[in-house]
Every structure is written in C-alpha cells, then in structure tokens.
C-alpha cells in the first residue's frame, strides 16, 4: 500500500481548502483515513459521490483517491459550503464555460 503525502500546496489552492474543511492538516496523507473521512463529511451533508461508492481499495487505493481529490477538490469545496477565490473558480470551468468580460470584472473587485 503506497500513502501519498501531500506536500507544497498552496495554502489558497482548492485541495487546501478542502483539507481546511475536513478539520486535517494540508500535509496530511492521501490514504484509508481521509478517504473515510471525506466520505463521512459527504453523508452527513446528504451527498452521494458515485466514485467513492464502491471503497477506497476498490477505487484504487491512495493513487486513484490522490487523484480524484485533485480532479474534485473545487466541486468538493463548493458542495461542502466552502468558498473559493474567484481566480481560482474560473480556473476549473471548461473553457467553453468562461466568459471573458464576467473574469475580468471579478479581478477587478
């Protein structure tokens, strides 16, 4: 069993945030504990997550789990009540969704 640290991230980036949400330290391990955890903070908000429904070994263990956090951590963040910069919201929108005059009012404010 491989466990990722997390290491370098940034202390305003969506995976920081996430962990801020979670109550864990942003160097935490990737491993059956966080997966646990997230999966736990999901339920107790009524939110179901299709990929983390078969397990953590099952989904592919701390890689696959790694993976995922950095794929979700913003869509996590927001469906968990966070809030995240609006920097860092247009940089998760697929590019046919960003309208450049909405992303630069938002820098302007």
Known sequence: MAIVPI???NADSPKSKLFELLGISKDASVDEALFDLLVEKL?????EEEELSDGYEFMGGSRALNSYINKNAARLVRMMGGELDAEEEDDKKPEQEKEPDKIVEKRRR
Not at 43 to 47: H, N, P, V
């Open 7 to 9: 290491s370098n991230l």
């Open 43 to 47: 339920e107790e908000l009524g939110i």
